[in-house]
């Protein structure tokens, strides 16, 4: 019975064995399909050849191009204080907002006239001397030679016995006595004019004190140069002010400065084929038309956008060793006109503003967008629909697009879309992209600047 068991056990195990070597002398090999390319899906632009505008952006603070110091000329009690002169406030050109106590000064006024009337008093005193001097001096020099005739006479007389020797002496005497009576008119003539010279520098003197006594009143009067907006007011009325004191500051509302940084090379392209430019010898509006830079002013700030029209003015004096940098400064004609409050705020002082200079359009430029440039590399889709990797040269970068110096040509397809990984070769399904090629047109030629 052991022995059935054991076969009952074994046939299934040998018919099993028996079917598995007759399966595998029947069964068919599996087909192997050959592997196919996979193309990579890009999104592509055709290079257009376009006048590219080059742009610099940079922000700054709005300053006022002009500040007003009201500084006391002189010393005195404030007696008028003009009653819109606070802080913030805008006033008029040639307004009096300040005057000082002008007693002191016309006093000084009084005093200098009253002593320039006493010295031309003796101006004229002595003008009456000298020509009675000269009349007296007339009438000695008369009487002398008389008195010399006189002596002739008795020399000839005295050979003769007419006259003794005692009365010729007598007369020489008498000569000598007249010489130095005209002797002494002379010399009383002389002093005249070095009388006359000190007493005209002392009129010179009381005229110039004159002057500056009333000088002095006008700058007891202190008016408003230009229209504009208070910036500080640092004296009440009544209050007493000494010279050299900050009495008020204003601010011109005829025109805003605003400085920024640009770095080397964006400048460099801005202002690039100019040519020479002597900016010593020439004068500054034709030496910034030679440099040909146009700007403008945004303010963009909690969903307000406003835009001002600007000029380059110049270029600050110093570079930036640590940034790189230059500083530039433009300028805002008429700061506060145009107002629409809540949507059109003034340029005022302290506003964070975006500045975009602009230079001269270059013509015929092959532009492809910034994100297209991998380093110096330009990835581009050849007609056999497969990647090449090409070394270009740019010759203008800036913050949306590049220019192609070498390297490109006009119309070739150009890879903007992100290629992981970017194989030479690999196969492409490249698919046009017009809202990326008309952004790119509007921001070669500077629609994207504001």
């Not at 074994?10 to 996979?38: C, D, F, H, R, T």
């Not at 050109?93 to 000064?105: H, K, M, N, W």
């Not at 009129?203 to 700058?219: G, H, K, S, V, Y």
Request: charged share 25%.
């Amino acid at each position: 019975m052991a022995v059935k068991r054991k076969w009952v056990i074994l046939i299934p195990v040998v018919l099993g064995i028996a079917a598995l070597m007759l399966l595998k002398k029947s069964s068919i090999p599996p087909l192997q399909e050959p592997v196919q390319e996979q193309a990579r899906l890009v999104r592509i632009i055709e290079a257009p050849k376009l006048t590219v505008i080059p742009r610099a952006e940079g922000h700054g603070t709005v300053q006022p191009a002009r500040t007003w110091e009201a500084v006391a000329q002189v010393k005195g009690k404030v007696i008028h204080k003009h009653p819109r002169l606070q802080k913030g406030a805008i006033l008029e050109s040639g307004e009096l907002i300040l005057q000082i106590d002008p007693a002191d000064y016309q006093l000084a006024i009084a005093q200098a006239q009253a002593d320039i009337e006493a010295t031309r008093a003796q101006l004229q005193e002595l003008e009456a001397k000298t020509a009675n001097t000269r009349a007296s001096l007339q009438i000695e020099q008369d009487a002398l030679t008389l008195n010399r005739r006189e002596l002739e006479r008795k020399r000839q007389l005295v050979g003769k016995g007419g006259i003794s020797r005692s009365d010729v002496e007598s007369q020489e005497r008498s000569v000598l006595a007249q010489q130095q009576s005209v002797q002494a008119q002379v010399n009383t003539l002389n002093l005249f004019p070095s009388q006359k010279a000190l007493l005209e520098a002392q009129l010179a003197r009381l005229d110039a004190a004159l002057a500056a006594a009333r000088r002095n009143l006008e700058n007891t009067r202190i008016h408003l140069p230009f229209s504009g907006r208070i910036a500080a007011v640092n004296v009440e009325q009544e209050q007493y002010v000494r010279e050299g004191e900050v009495l008020a500051t204003a601010d011109d509302l005829q025109q805003a400065e605003i400085e920024i940084q640009v770095p080397i090379d964006q400048m460099s392209s801005l202002v690039s084929g100019r040519g020479p430019v002597d900016i010593v010898g020439l004068d500054p509006d034709t030496a910034l038309q030679k440099i040909g830079l146009s700007a403008h002013v945004t303010l963009q700030e909690n969903g307000l956008l406003a835009e001002w029209p600007a000029r380059f003015a110049r270029m600050s004096d110093t570079l930036d060793p640590e940034t790189r940098t230059v500083g530039v400064i433009v300028e805002v004609d008429q700061p506060y006109a145009g107002v629409q409050p809540g949507t059109r705020p003034p340029l005022v002082k302290g506003l964070f503003v975006k500045v975009t200079l602009a230079g001269q359009p270059l013509p015929e430029r092959i532009v492809v967008p910034r994100i297209a440039l991998d380093q110096n590399r330009i990835y581009v889709v050849n007609a056999e629909q497969r990647l090449e990797v090409r070394e270009v040269s740019v010759a203008l970068r800036q913050p949306e697009f590049v220019v192609i110096d070498k390297g490109l040509e006009a119309g070739e397809r150009v890879v903007i879309s992100d290629l992981l990984p970017a194989i030479e070769g690999m196969l492409l399904q490249p698919e046009q992209d017009p809202v990326a090629l008309q952004r790119l047109l509007e921001q070669s030629a500077g629609g994207d600047a504001r």
